[in-house]
């Protein structure tokens, strides 16, 4: 069956590149799948009709595919080293999914990311599941940094379920959960205790201490690793932004977990 000779990447960009071909390149659909994920993550507080975020990941794909068919504004749809760094750590990755895909009881959708990680080419029917994959490398990342710092947390929890606390705590993680449009923050307390908590605030940055004040929601065991103790909190709110000497001199409550 006769196929039409792939194009460079830099053509791709350019929007020649069309949708009627019979396959793509792997890789410059990932690359392109990188920065849909950055793009509908990136959302303006007043978000234009054009913006990306308003679309689907395989809308944003088949846009930097053509972008004279779309009504996404084009500036938008240029990768950026972030996005390029991202899609070399995916390509790292994708091998990984070949256990997944190996194993008898995979899903159709693992079986499907087997199947185009052992791919140079792929076809537009392929679209939908690259498009998760930056999302997937990402929480896989976040999962086995939270899980290799709680593995090194103080056993135990802090306060008791339904107890206002003032808490001291160093940000280890923190990534956005799209299906809640939320943050999610993996923290260590002052006395080495493995804290989460949900936040519409985005401003807690990672490896930043903050004094914070909220109620313990409930003390369980780990998602990923029934070994770690965790305290969940929720009603976060800051306190003091970094931990001073000043703070705790001014009279205020010493914090709970100390």
């Given at each position: 069956m006769?196929?039409?000779?792939?194009?460079?990447?830099?053509?791709?960009?350019?929007?020649?590149?069309?949708?009627?071909?019979?396959?793509?390149?792997?890789?410059?659909?990932?690359?392109?799948?990188?920065?849909?994920?950055?793009?509908?993550?990136?959302?303006?507080?007043?978000?234009?009709?054009?913006?990306?975020?308003?679309?689907?990941?395989?809308?944003?794909?088949?846009?930097?595919?053509?972008?004279?068919?779309?009504?996404?504004d084009?500036?938008?749809?240029?990768?950026?080293?972030?996005?390029?760094n991202?899609?070399h750590?995916?390509?790292?990755?994708?091998?990984?999914?070949?256990?997944?895909?190996?194993?008898?009881?995979?899903?159709?959708?693992?079986?499907?990311?087997?199947?185009?990680?052992?791919?140079?080419?792929?076809?537009?029917?392929?679209?939908?599941?690259?498009?998760?994959?930056?999302?997937?490398?990402?929480?896989?990342?976040?999962?086995?940094?939270?899980?290799?710092?709680?593995?090194?947390?103080?056993?135990?929890?802090?306060?008791?379920?339904?107890?206002?606390?003032?808490?001291?705590?160093?940000?280890?993680?923190?990534?956005?959960?799209?299906?809640?449009?939320?943050?999610?923050?993996?923290?260590?307390?002052?006395?080495?205790?493995?804290?989460?908590?949900?936040?519409?605030n985005?401003?807690?940055?990672?490896?930043?201490?903050?004094?914070?004040h909220?109620?313990?929601?409930r003390?369980?065991?780990?998602?990923?690793?029934?070994?770690?103790?965790?305290?969940?909190?929720?009603?976060?709110?800051?306190?003091?932004?970094?931990?001073?000497?000043?703070?705790?001199?001014?009279?205020?409550?010493?914090?709970?977990?100390?």
């Amino acid at each position: 069956m006769y196929t039409k000779r792939m194009t460079s990447l830099d053509t791709l960009l350019q929007g020649t590149f069309t949708l009627d071909q019979p396959t793509f390149p792997r890789d410059d659909i990932i690359l392109f799948a990188c920065t849909a994920y950055r793009l509908r993550l990136d959302k303006p507080e007043s978000i234009p009709p054009n913006h990306p975020s308003l679309h689907s990941a395989y809308t944003i794909i088949k846009a930097m595919q053509d972008p004279s068919k779309t009504t996404i504004d084009p500036k938008f749809l240029v990768p950026t080293q972030a996005d390029r760094n991202l899609c070399h750590s995916v390509i790292a990755w994708l091998p990984k999914l070949t256990f997944k895909g190996l194993d008898e009881n995979a899903s159709g959708f693992q079986q499907k990311c087997f199947d185009i990680s052992t791919k140079n080419h792929i076809t537009e029917n392929d679209f939908p599941v690259v498009a998760f994959f930056p999302k997937m490398y990402t929480e896989n990342l976040h999962k086995n940094k939270a899980v290799n710092i709680g593995r090194h947390a103080t056993s135990g929890y802090i306060g008791q379920v339904g107890e206002p606390i003032v808490l001291q705590i160093n940000i280890v993680d923190k990534k956005y959960v799209d299906k809640y449009e939320t943050w999610a923050y993996t923290a260590i307390s002052g006395c080495n205790h493995f804290v989460t908590f949900l936040s519409k605030n985005p401003t807690y940055q990672e490896l930043e201490t903050y004094v914070v004040h909220g109620k313990v929601k409930r003390h369980c065991t780990n998602w990923h690793d029934k070994s770690i103790d965790e305290t969940q909190l929720n009603y976060v709110k800051v306190k003091h932004d970094t931990l001073r000497a000043s703070y705790i001199k001014s009279g205020n409550s010493q914090p709970t977990d100390q």
